[in-house]
């Protein structure tokens, strides 16, 4: 799960080059990155894709709790083996929420199906490589 690393907001008068906005809790993207264990590159690919809305500073991105609370459901989503364009859709019905992804009983049953099928096929895929090590073994073996 992720760590909570919230940045307190600092005086912009500061000059830090990380310094976030004024306000409540929020993190730059590289504390994102680092307590989601996700690369920068990521999350500006979920922001491109509309997944996530950080605030923009000049070149700088800032994320409020709710968009912390969104890339968990987004990673989540990942992790069950949904398409992004899926999880968009189970995230839009359930804005700033900090539950669980909203699935039906349809969406689960055919996720498990296709995770079956795909399980299926990667102990196919190890079996005949299993077999042509061992002939490959066996050949140089004699």
């Known amino acids: 799960?992720?760590?909570?690393?919230?940045?307190?907001?600092?005086?912009?008068?500061?000059?830090?080059?990380?310094?976030?906005?004024?306000?409540?809790?929020?993190?730059?993207?590289s504390d994102v990155a680092r307590?989601?264990?996700v690369t920068l590159r990521t999350l500006r690919f979920y922001e491109a894709r509309?997944?996530?809305s950080p605030r923009r500073?000049?070149?700088?991105?800032?994320y409020s709790e709710q968009d912390r609370a969104r890339l968990t459901l987004i990673?989540?989503?990942?992790?069950?083996?949904?398409?992004l364009t899926e999880i968009r859709?189970?995230?839009s019905q359930n804005p700033g929420s900090k539950g669980g992804l909203i699935l039906s009983i349809q969406q689960i049953d055919e996720q498990l199906t296709l995770l079956r099928s795909q399980f299926a096929e990667c102990?196919?895929?190890?079996?005949?490589?299993?077999?042509?090590?061992?002939?490959?073994?066996?050949?140089k073996q004699g």
């Open 57 to 62: 500073e000049g070149m700088n991105r800032y």
């Open 123 to 139: 102990q196919a895929a190890i079996a005949e490589l299993e077999e042509r090590r061992s002939a490959l073994a066996g050949t």
């Open 35 to 37: 307590d989601f264990d």
């Open 89 to 91: 859709a189970m995230v």
């Open 50 to 52: 509309g997944l996530v």
């Open 1 to 29: 799960m992720a760590r909570t690393n919230q940045t307190s907001a600092p005086d912009r008068t500061a000059g830090a080059p990380d310094a976030a906005p004024q306000g409540s809790d929020w993190a730059s993207i």
């Open 75 to 83: 990673l989540k989503g990942k992790k069950l083996g949904f398409t």
